[in-house]
Structures are given as structure tokens and as C-alpha cells.
Nanobody, 124 residues
Framework: QVQLVESGGGLVQAGGSLRLSCAAS????????MGWFRQAPGKEREFVVA????????VYADSVKGRFTISRDNAKNTVYLQMNSLKPEDTATYYC?????????????????WGQGTQVTVSS
């Protein structure tokens, strides 16, 4: 069982930056691939980025490549999402999720555990 708690969301102007954190409970965090997803009102949950259990592999959605960076610290049971050059279309609730599969997944149905989400609002 893994419990995930996101933090770091907020209101920022377009072009600004935010750093999201996702703290995980449990001693098996380092065995999970971790993903960030987002969901805007009236839209489906959307894949943003994921990182392999060892931090060596990452997969980014095209919409955030070059602007967002995922990282993890297994000693702290935490995964981070650094978001730069934010755009109004990045406005959404951001969720972190954990997946114990071998391959990194972009399909949210593959993920076993989810946090409650943190709101990111980008004003124009």
C-alpha cells in the first residue's frame, strides 16, 4: 500500500514557475514508477510525465517537453515536478500516481495508487 500526498500548487502568472512535490508513504517507494497527471474541469485526466523507479527513465507528454522536469529522491520518498514557462492551458488539478509495472505507462488505468491532487492555476 502506498499513500501519496501532493503539494506545491498555487496561482501563478503565465511564464512563471512552480514546483510540485509528491510525498509517498511506505518502504517500497523505490520500486514504483511514478507519474504526474492533470485534469482540467470538463476534461479527461491527461498524462503529463512519468519517471522510472530508478530515476533513469522518463517519458514526457509533448505538451510539456522542454518546460517541465520530473525527478525523484528515493531516500526521501518524494517525486518532484518542476514546471517552468507555465501557460494558462496548464491550469488543472495535478495528481501523482504510482505504478509497479516494469515499463513506464502513460495510461492512467495502469496506475495503482493516486494522490488527492493539487490545484495549479496559471493566469494570463
Amino acid at each position: 500500500q502506498v499513500q501519496l500526498v501532493e503539494s506545491g500548487g498555487g496561482l501563478v502568472q503565465a511564464g512563471g514557475s512552480l514546483r510540485l512535490s509528491c510525498a509517498a508513504s511506505g518502504r517500497t517507494f523505490s520500486s514504483y514508477n511514478m507519474g504526474w497527471f492533470r485534469q482540467a474541469p470538463g476534461k479527461e485526466r491527461e498524462f503529463v510525465v512519468a519517471i522510472g523507479w530508478d530515476g533513469a527513465r522518463t517519458v514526457y507528454a509533448d505538451s510539456v517537453k522542454g518546460r517541465f522536469t520530473i525527478s525523484r529522491d528515493n531516500a526521501k520518498n518524494t517525486v518532484y515536478l518542476q514546471m517552468n514557462s507555465l501557460k494558462p492551458e496548464d491550469t488543472a488539478t495535478y495528481y501523482c500516481a504510482a505504478d509497479r509495472a516494469v515499463l513506464i505507462a502513460s495510461n492512467p488505468n495502469r496506475y495503482d495508487y493516486w494522490g488527492q491532487g493539487t490545484q495549479v492555476t496559471v493566469s494570463s
